[in-house]
């Protein structure tokens, strides 16, 4: 027999669902459900135990009995860890950091783009100043001083 549960870690006002598993899927009858060695719930046809917005006191170790085929059995007992929810005055932050961040990095990228832009027009001006710019001519020979 397996007691299998929706989460070993669950978070504080959270749901836990909690199931006693035959072996090849054989029908367990007159289940108890334990934590911490006391008894939580019987159910005849092994219904699901479920524990509806946990506490920190949910927390223990679980496990359950029943009859397998008309025999007692027992499963290994389940480790059930609730974490404390904690809930921030801060949580605002938690949205406006991330849009900062995306907001920042999308003018960033925006002003690589038109320096790029700026920088490739600047730099086909002084080609073509270089192109157009009148070459000067060479002095002529004189023909006296040869």
């Known amino acids: 027999m397996l007691l299998q549960a929706s989460a070993e870690e669950v978070l504080e006002g959270e749901s836990l669902f909690l199931r006693c598993h035959g072996w090849r899927n054989w029908k367990i009858k007159k289940v108890i459900y334990y934590k911490d060695d006391m008894a939580l719930k019987y159910s005849y ?30 499963s290994e ?13 801060y949580m605002w932050l938690q949205i406006i950091v991330p849009l900062l961040v995306a907001t920042l990095f999308a003018v ?20 073509t100043e270089k192109v157009n710019k009148p070459r000067k001519s060479l002095p002529k020979p004189d023909p006296e001083k040869s």
């Open 45 to 74: 046809k092994n219904q699901v135990f479920s524990i509806t917005n946990a506490s920190l006191n949910d927390s223990g170790s679980y496990f359950c009995k029943g009859l397998l085929q008309k025999q007692p059995c027992v």
């Open 77 to 89: 007992p389940l480790r059930i860890t609730v974490i404390k929810a904690y809930r921030t005055k």
């Open 108 to 127: 960033d990228t925006g002003l690589f783009f038109l320096t790029e832009q700026q920088f490739k027009s600047l730099l086909k001006i002084k080609e």
